[in-house]
């Protein structure tokens, strides 16, 4: 079995900084593209932003220059960086992997979610 456990997330002023973080455990075998998406209350899920397992990343146009997704394959974790934040990015923040777990076992997974909350 495979989860992903996200956390970092809370209530920040406007112009403050997150840092989520998501783990990846259970029987995995390697991890290729890792992300976030955000889902705001009458909005649909949107992606935030992607990293490859060979560190190409993609970025909504929204948060660009503002987050910044990393990753440790070592460790098994994502990481996104929040910087700049703006009362719209608050969002119930997802993290989402494609994971091999077998020879020809590969998954896309998610994680359970963490609010972020922008507010003065």
């Known amino acids: 079995q495979v989860q992903l456990v996200e956390s970092g997330g809370g209530l920040v002023q406007p112009g403050g900084s997150l840092r989520l973080s998501c783990a990846a455990s259970g029987s995995i075998f390697s991890i290729y593209n890792m992300g976030w998406y955000r889902q705001a209350p009458g909005i649909p899920r949107e992606l935030v932003a992607i990293?490859?397992?060979?560190?190409?990343?993609n970025n909504a146009d929204s948060v660009k220059g503002r987050f910044t997704i990393s990753r440790d394959d070592a460790k098994n974790t994502v990481y996104l960086q929040m910087n700049s934040l703006k009362p719209e990015d608050t969002a119930v923040y997802y993290c989402?992997?494609?994971?091999?777990?077998?020879?020809?076992?590969?998954?896309?997974?998610w994680g359970q979610g963490t609010q972020v909350t922008v507010s003065s």
């Open positions: 990293i490859t397992s060979g560190g190409n990343i």
């Open positions: 989402n992997a494609d994971i091999r777990t077998g020879w020809r076992s590969t998954a896309n997974y």
